[in-house]
């Protein structure tokens, strides 16, 4: 049984990745706070449908405060129409509010177009892919 906040933590990011791995989107929308669980799920639509998740691993856990925190998670995957391995880093902001919750996901590095954003969003300079490419 976890202790500190960082042991809860852990095991709250834990739960949700591999959730995610796996397509169990039920699960991991556990770990979203309330407020942000509809755009998580928009951007998430394409995942177990469009996009195959190979691997997901937790590159980096950092305690910012007692009651927030920064995650990296390092996903590989690929669109079914595709063999084209992709890479795409995301930064997972977490708060702790009677328990630990992703409040921001964000594309860091690597292949955009892994989280959907609206038809009308223009790709950030410098990375690849967008909701526009078909996604």
Known sequence: MPNTPTDKLMDAAYD????????????A????????RDAWAKRHASWGGRVRVLDLELADVRMKTRD????????EW??????ELRTTELVQKWRN???WHVDTEECASGDTALLDRPADTDT??????SAKDGL
Do not use: I, W
């Not at 949700?16 to 699960?27: C, E, I, K, V």
């Not at 929308?29 to 942000?36: L, Q, T």
């Open 29 to 36: 929308r556990e770990h979203v706070a309330v407020k942000a």
């Open 16 to 27: 949700h990745n591999t959730a995610l791995r796996f397509g169990r989107m039920d699960l």
């Open 124 to 129: 950030p300079k410098g990375e690849t892919g």
């Open 78 to 83: 690929q669109r079914l129409d595709e063999a």
């Open 97 to 99: 509010a009677s328990g």
């Open 68 to 75: 927030e925190a920064e995650v990296r998670v390092r996903v």
